[in-house]
């Protein structure tokens, strides 16, 4: 009656292995780290680069805890901050001798102390949050204004080539505060670009404006055209961020919108400020220019002599590359940009998306350059770098432009990644910046875990006092409920917060109302004479249908709390959930499966060690 066949006691131990060895990470703490990372576009963070960290700790007599590369840059542990702040000063020392141009990124971290035995099997500690590991805290102010600025200077330039396109002779172009103004010197003239702008922009609100010789058609952009620019601008700026944290190694940043133009940044267990400030502060822009191949020209501008109007780069391999000064089409145009190979020769190449404006632009780029390299540039504090140089073979029309030639697929889906990255739709600035302490972090941890071990010890007494073999049953149940949902967490890799622990110990509470019910069932039907091998099999089947109601409406508030959320809420419901689908298994299952190998094989059973049975007119205790 009370018997498992053997597959569900396999499933149970199993179930019960697995969540011993994703929860074992998270017992080993954290160590401090040093991360070195590429800084430049053209630059790559290899095994080359791995010797030369390891040379350098070696000369010098420091001693590491590992050192390995990843896809974010080389890592060092350390045993502790003096030798990591040492490491610091080192590494940046050697790797960056120009600190007006550094060459990589330098920066203090934490790393995982969890054997590497476990981590090649996939078993990883929870992400911690700003409030539990320590790290910074940013919120930064978008300029709304100037992304508005910078979308009608290439409006502008969008009217002047369209015009163009169409024959359409004007007095000039030029944005005046927020609207663009044309100048035409007759009436018929005006009439023509008027219906011409109308028909292709239909985000501009044109009004006629001056007289006799000198009139004027004003462009200014449509309420709902600005709402859309805005928040647009939001989006590729925390879509930048993302890019740009990845190279201070942050395993979860938060990285939110907070109101409409504000994005708040939080960087757990990055402990250099500085350096946080320095790459979050970037303002990058994609730049597409003609290379000048006048003979002779190159050679001039080596020996120090460079021609008017040109300016004297690096591309990859380190060749120098005169690139002239005029720019053609900028990263706004890119819409995006994927890895990929060519038809015909199967190599690597790279596939770029242009908008509509851009495709126009390009079309007759290519069309007067047939023959020519064209330089594809990243600009950043005022200094570029080459990403890539093609020659342009044809006319590219349609907007679709592959780049490909000598470059691996590693190089393909590198430069994909930083054209997709593009840059800021507008300046932004720092306008609050908090930082969060290890020691702060740590202290949090150590109240997280102490209020649930106590909440946790408590409900054990009162379980073991009260219900005693089936409390103890119910207590063990409970362990595994708290054993699954935190490898559950570490599996997915959830961010835990204080709000989560909290979480945590609302679990733990919540559970064992599974497991009490269960035990007064059995008593119910002991109290009715039910014999008790019968009571057993009664309460579980009888006890399961209320349990599995509370639990489902309490979900339902979780996944409200989960979809409408955002922040410590967010948090606070995804680990809510997560204890509720654990609960259902540890308290009907596990448990079932002790109580069936305790009592299951017993044919003659006369009592129950569940505490004292209530009796109408007498009173019995199940032993």
Known sequence: ?????????????????????????????????????????????????????????????????????????????????????????????????????????????????????????????????????????????????????????????????????????????????????????????????????????????????????DLKLTATLKPTAMKRIQEFAIKQNMGTLHNRINELGVAEPVIA??????????????????????????????????????????????????????????????????????????????????????????????????????????????????????????????????????????????????ISGSMSTQEANDTALLLRAGSLAAPMEIIEERTIGPSLGAENITKGFHSTLWGFTAISAFMIMYYVLFGLISVVALASNLLFLVALLSLLQATLTLPGVAAIALALGMAIDSNVLINERIREELRNGSSPQAAITAGYSHAFDTIIDTNITTLIAGIALLVFGSGPVRGFAVVHCLGILTSLFSAVVVSRAMVNLIYGRRRKLESLAIGRVWKPGHSTVAK
């Open 257 to 402: 919108q907070q109101g409409a133009d504000r994005i708040v940044v939080q960087l757990p267990g990055v402990q250099d400020t500085a350096k946080a400030k320095d790459i979050l502060g970037r303002t990058a822009t994609l730049e597409i220019r003609m290379v000048d191949d006048t003979p002779g020209a190159l050679e001039a501008a080596m020996a120090g002599q460079v021609p008017f109007g040109t300016e004297l780069y690096v591309e990859r391999g380190g060749r120098p590359l005169l690139v002239k000064k005029q720019v053609m089409l900028t990263g706004d145009r890119l819409t995006d940009a994927q890895p990929g190979f060519d038809n015909q020769t199967q190599e690597a190449a790279v596939h770029l998306n242009l908008d509509s404006a851009g495709s126009r632009i390009f079309k007759e780029i290519t069309r007067e350059n047939v023959g020519k390299r064209m330089a594809i540039l990243l600009i950043e504090k005022g200094k570029g770098e080459v990403v890539t140089a093609p020659v342009i073979r044809t006319e590219i029309a349609g907007g679709r432009v592959q």
């Open 1 to 213: 009656m009370n018997r498992y066949p053997l597959w569900k006691y396999v499933i149970v131990a199993f179930a019960l292995v697995f969540g011993f060895i994703y929860t074992l990470p998270n017992f080993f703490g954290e160590s401090p780290a040093v991360q070195v990372s590429s800084a430049k576009a053209t630059l790559k963070v290899d095994a080359k680069t791995l010797e030369r960290v390891a040379a350098t700790l070696k000369q010098a007599n420091v001693d590491s805890n590992g050192t390995f590369l990843d896809t974010t840059g080389v890592k060092v542990r350390l045993k502790d901050t003096d030798t990591q702040l040492k490491a610091r000063d080192l590494l940046e020392k050697q790797f960056n001798p120009d600190a007006a141009d550094p060459q990589y990124v330098v920066a203090l971290n934490l790393l995982s102390s969890s054997p590497q035995w476990l981590t090649n099997m996939g078993a990883l500690p929870m992400y911690l949050g700003l409030d539990l590991r320590g790290g910074v805290h940013f919120l930064l102010q978008v300029d709304m204004k100037g992304a508005l600025t910078k979308r009608l200077d290439s409006i502008g330039a969008d009217l002047r080539s369209l015009l163009r396109d169409k024959n359409i002779r004007h007095g000039g172009i030029s944005r005046e505060g927020e609207r663009v103004v044309i100048r035409f010197r007759d009436e018929d003239t005006r009439s023509k670009a008027r219906i011409v702008l109308e028909d292709s922009q239909p985000d501009l609100q044109l009004t006629d404006q001056g007289s006799g010789n």
